[in-house]
């Protein structure tokens, strides 16, 4: 029986942190973890929960306006920014303490407290050593501002559910799926939005076509998108801030929101005690039982720089738990794993882009549909879905499924379970769809498409 406090102690109570710690205790093993901030990290307090809350609402001021055409005539009701953040507060609170209560409920001792790493088996939480066999980095990461003069003045994805006004102009500054998410957000509820991006397209890293139809469709949705610009300053004048791009012209906004990524939350952590090498990328590098180069330190999650999604991490977390304290072996898989985006229209991805599937596999075959939805057929609304099939040609197998239009996200977790299980066109081809519906389309697309 070991001398030390636990068997593991887990640095930071977001979702792979607290799955890794659970498992681990309902597998007998003595389980502390350490949270500064709030229980459920990233996720629950400032990303994935809030943020679909806050989709929903913004979806209502469109559908108001689709409604005139079933027959409903609809007045534009008003929105009430504060009744929105202050429901949500009450909702992340519920949260917050369903954490608590699992923590508890696997008796796993929860500290609240930043912890510091003394030394590879120690932790000091609010003036207090521990010990522990393992210790686990689960801190997630922190949202990246770059210095420049007024830099102070932007609020980031952490702020800028609570603000104490709904700014009717907002500028959001960056190309990834956050700031894109957040420019529908608030182009939904009301606001004049602009987007800026310092690339000539946003949403790098997805499947070019998909990048291309969702600027098209955000653009007429009313987002003013800019593309190869930048903020060169921001200035306060009165309640307003006044914006320099790098173009040479200016914005009168009520709020910046700066998206332009995320660096692994390390500070204060006291990793300088340690022998643990970082990636180029700032994140902590580790093998594929998730240890660092301090044997007895292992991470997960978005602080080890892989996919930042929140199943990942829970995944992971599993995986370390059941490696380490079961033990069994139960790698992650990192193929074919489904993600959306959450804009307006949402997008939804599975597996290999077509540049991506060009350079893995060479010959590939391509199909595309790209069609109003029958909804949009009475509401009026200027909005056209777009789907795409990446096809292995030396095996038929389907290897890429990308969507723009509602309900993408819902839609693609299907089709990966397909894609996980190997399906080929021909699966595709032979599956009856349901009609009238937009999946369908996934399984009637007959022709290669040969532009």
């Known amino acids: 029986m070991t001398s030390r406090d636990y068997d593991l102690f887990v640095i930071g109570a977001g979702s792979g942190g607290v799955r890794a ?3 681990a205790a309902s597998f007998g093993a003595r389980v502390a973890i350490a949270e500064n901030r709030y229980l459920g990290g990233t996720c629950v307090n400032v990303g994935c929960v809030p943020k679909k809350l806050y989709v929903y609402a913004s979806e209502y001021g469109h559908a108001f306006e689709d409604a005139r055409g079933f027959g409903w005539d609809s007045q534009g009701p008003t929105f009430d920014w504060a009744t929105l953040r202050d429901n949500k507060k009450q909702e992340i609170s519920r ?16 500290f609240d407290g930043r912890a510091r790493v003394v030394d590879p088996h120690s932790v000091e939480v609010n003036g207090q050593t521990y010990s522990a066999d393992k210790l686990l980095i689960a801190t997630g990461g922190w949202p990246f501002v770059p210095e420049f003069p007024g830099s102070e003045l932007a609020v980031t994805s952490n702020e800028i559910f609570d603000l104490d006004q709904f700014p009717k102009r907002i500028a959001v500054v960056g190309g990834g799926y956050i700031a894109v998410e957040f420019a529908g957000i608030f182009n939904g509820l009301g606001a004049k939005v602009t987007q800026l991006y310092r690339g000539p397209l946003f949403l790098r890293g997805f499947d070019g076509d998909i990048r291309r139809h969702a600027a ?10 800019r593309f190869e610009v930048n903020v060169v300053s921001i200035e306060r004048q009165g309640r307003e801030l006044n914006i320099e791009l790098s173009d040479g012209t200016r914005l009168q906004v009520d709020a910046v929101l700066y998206a332009t990524g995320r660096k692994p939350h390390l500070e204060g952590l006291g990793l300088e005690n340690t022998n643990i090498q970082l990636n180029d990328n700032g994140a902590i590098a580790v093998d594929a039982d998730f240890r660092s180069s301090e044997p007895s330190i292992f991470a997960l999650g978005d602080v080890i720089g892989g996919m930042e999604l929140t199943p990942v991490a829970l995944a992971e977390g599993m995986a370390f738990a059941r490696k380490q304290f079961q033990p069994l072996e139960a790698p992650v898989e990192y193929d074919f794993i489904p993600t959306t985006i959450f804009c307006q229209p949402n997008i939804g991805t599975v597996g290999f882009t077509e540049e991506q599937a060009r350079e893995e596999f060479g010959e590939i075959a391509l199909y595309k549909s790209d069609f109003k939805a029958l909804k949009h057929t009475l509401s009026g609304r200027d909005e056209r879905t777009f789907m795409k099939l990446i096809v292995e040609t030396a ?24 894609l996980k299980a190997g399906a080929t066109k ?10 009238p519906t937009a999946a369908e389309e996934f399984v009637t697309m007959r022709e290669p498409w040969s532009g």
């Open 395 to 418: 095996t038929d197998r389907v290897v890429g499924v990308h969507m723009l239009g509602p309900d993408a996200g819902e839609i693609t977790q299907g089709l990966a379970i397909a």
């Open 95 to 110: 949260l917050n303490d369903v954490y608590r209560d699992l923590l508890g409920g696997v008796e796993a001792n929860l």
């Open 21 to 23: 710690a659970r498992m």
């Open 426 to 435: 021909a699966t595709f081809d032979s599956t009856i769809g349901i009609h």
């Open 216 to 225: 098209r469709e955000i653009a007429k949705s009313g987002v003013d998108l």
